[in-house]
């Protein structure tokens, strides 16, 4: 007699058609996360191994994978000068891992597949376009094309505007792949630079700083923002009414506050310092940059290891900040402090719900917005924590150590000069760091649970605690 078998069905037990493959289990977060990881493992052999990317000895495997880890999480931290130790086809090179990295693989690899008139999978389409869901009127076809169109429309555009800029300047001839170089790295929230001093030459130079803020403040809008006001703008010409999402309002209000803000304070803090040999006109602009570029671009038209502890401490509070989401820009996001911002000002109000501009948030989207700022804390905290265990230099300041965490967490790429000196553990501290703030904290952390799991129908009984 044949005993029947009771559990978990054998493999073999199901049928064939009925299986699942090994590749679709795999959920977004875990193949957005993926190619990431994928993308800095082929920079870090490109670098190793392609030739012609040097100009001497090549880079060790530690410091290869640091450089395109910086490069495929548009952060702009460096342990070799890129205008020094780089030939051309080096810089390109980077300049290709930032481009991927910046717009991200899946997004060019849905672009592909839609142009060979295939279909998307429900995987790759949901992990080709970060956060879309929120915004249920834009199509997410239309929205992955329109990306690479507002990416090379602003890319072209900023890089002519910096070719006509400086060619009077270096020479037609010799500004043109600064220039080119300068816009994507902008445009893309890098950091990074063919000048050994970044942008400190452009003091003053008005016209190339408002260049390069305009590049940054478009690429850490987001892209779900531009396509949004690409829509009300078409809807305009065709008067048609068009209500543009509380999430971008969110983003262009508070873009906007915090970079007044930041310009404000910046001037008072180092107007008679960094700033005091310079025309009034200059300290203007190069306060404002010192506004826009901690979120998070990476270029410094001034020596932070020269400027007032104030200022550095405004300068990591605008890096946690970061840009905006589904954006090339770092950080926690705009909407995330926004929604903090909102939930206090709601419970101090006495008010059950958050609301904004007659729209209440969920409270699911408010508490992982806490959940996110939490978690992000503990580890720029870590971070901190593990640079000062690992680097023993006297000089190398506690504040020092700080500014650095969280430039690499929160991929800004801004440092205080001492990148190029940090241990191996040091530099094995900033890689992660550097990753895990690419990839977003709440991906990550999705992309470790291998199966969803099941909303609970039952909770405990409350018992309150004290706090505070």
């Known amino acids: ?44 052999l490109g670098l190793r191994w392609l030739p012609g990317l040097y100009t001497g000895e090549r880079l060790s495997w530690l410091d290869a994978l640091f450089t395109s880890t910086s490069a495929v999480c548009v952060t702009g931290l460096i342990v070799q000068d890129t205008a020094q130790f780089f030939t051309p086809a080096g810089q390109a090179f980077i300049l290709l891992l930032i481009q991927l990295g910046g717009l ?63 060619g009077p300047r270096m020479g037609w001839r010799e500004a043109a792949w600064p220039a080119l170089f300068h816009s994507i790295s902008a445009f893309c929230n890098a950091g990074f630079s063919v000048f050994s ?34 829509l009300w703008w078409q809807s305009k010409r065709r008067k048609r009414a068009f209500r543009i999402s509380l999430q971008s309002r969110m983003v262009v209000v508070v873009t906007f506050l915090v970079t007044i803000c930041g310009w404000l304070f910046f001037a008072l803090f180092e107007w008679n310092n960094l700033l005091g040999s310079m025309q009034t006109g200059d300290k203007l602009i190069n306060s404002l940059f010192m506004s826009v570029t901690p979120r998070t671009a990476g270029f410094n038209s001034i020596d932070y290891a020269q400027a007032t502890d104030s200022s550095n401490l405004l300068t990591m509070i605008f890096m946690m900040v970061g840009g905006s989401p589904g954006s090339t820009a770092g950080g ?87 990148t190029g000196g940090l241990s191996t553990a ?32 039952f909770r405990y009984s409350y018992e309150d605690v004290v706090v505070g």
């Open 1 to 44: 007699m044949k005993r029947k078998q009771f559990g978990k069905a054998r493999r073999w037990d199901i049928p064939q058609g009925q299986r699942m493959q090994t590749w679709q289990k795999i959920t977004p977060p875990q193949l957005f996360v993926g190619s990431f990881g994928l993308l800095v493992l082929f920079g870090t």
């Open 104 to 166: 991200g693989m899946l997004t060019f690899t849905s672009l592909i597949i839609m142009a060979l008139g295939k279909r998307l999978s429900l995987t790759a389409e949901a992990s080709s376009i970060v956060a879309s869901d929120n915004v249920t009127h834009i199509d997410r076809r239309r929205l992955g094309i329109d990306i690479v169109r507002f990416t090379l429309v602003f890319e072209a555009v900023g890089a002519l505007l910096l070719y006509l800029i400086w």
């Open 197 to 230: 001093d970044s942008l400190i030459q452009f003091q003053n130079s008005p016209l190339s700083l408002l260049v390069v803020m305009m590049l940054i403040l478009a690429g850490g809008l987001g892209f779900l923002t531009h396509e949004e006001m690409y």
């Open 332 to 418: 926690l996001k705009t909407t995330t402090f926004a929604l903090i911002g909102l939930l206090a000002w709601s419970r101090l109000r006495g008010w059950e719900h958050t609301s904004c501009w007659s729209r209440s948030v969920p409270e699911a989207t408010t508490s992982r917005a806490v959940g996110l700022f939490v978690i992000a804390s503990g580890l720029a905290i870590g971070g901190v924590f593990f640079l000062t265990a690992t680097e023993s230099n006297p000089d190398v300041t506690l504040i020092k150590r700080m500014f650095e965490a969280c430039s690499a967490f929160n991929t800004v790429g801004l440092s205080m000069g001492i």
């Open 426 to 457: 040091g530099r094995w501290v900033i890689i992660l760091m550097m990753f895990f703030g690419r990839v977003g904290l709440l991906t990550l952390a999705s992309s470790l649970t291998i199966q969803r799991s099941q909303c609970s129908q």
